[in-house]
Nanobody, 124 residues
Framework: QVQLVESGGGLVQAGGSLRLSCAAT????????LAWFRQAPGKEREFVAG????????AYADSVKGRFSISKDNAKNVLTLQMNSLKPEDTAVYYCAGSKSRLGWAAQGLYEYWGQGTQVTVSS
């Protein structure tokens, strides 16, 4: 089993920045990919960004390209999402997710492990 715990959410004004972290514990050697998803009120949960655990390959949703950056610290088993130039439409609960699969990024069904989520609110 793998446990994922997010931190770093909060309230920020539009144009500001936030940094989210996800600490992974347990059988982290079984993870192939880690990703961030988000769910805004009344909307479906959507893929934000992902990264392969043993490589530097990453992927981003079009809505966050150029503004968000995903990174990892394999030694500390920590995933990070740096969010810059935040917009009110980025307001959501952000979830860290882990997958043993190498296939696809955005399909939620491929992710076996999920954190509890952290709230990000961007005011206009």
């Amino acid at each position: 089993q793998v446990q994922l715990v997010e931190s770093g959410g909060g309230l920020v004004q539009a144009g500001g920045s936030l940094r989210l972290s996800c600490a992974a514990t347990g059988r982290t050697s079984s993870i192939n990919r880690l990703a961030w998803f988000r769910q805004a009120p009344g909307k479906e949960r959507e893929f934000v960004a992902g990264i392969r655990w043993s490589e530097d390959t990453s992927a981003y949703a079009d809505s966050v390209k150029g503004r968000f950056s995903i990174s990892k610290d394999n030694a500390k088993n920590v995933l990070t999402l740096q969010m810059n130039s935040l917009k009110p439409e980025d307001t959501a609960v952000y979830y860290c997710a882990g997958s043993k699969s190498r296939l696809g990024w955005a399909a939620q069904g491929l992710y076996e492990y999920w954190g509890q989520g952290t709230q990000v609110t961007v005011s206009s």
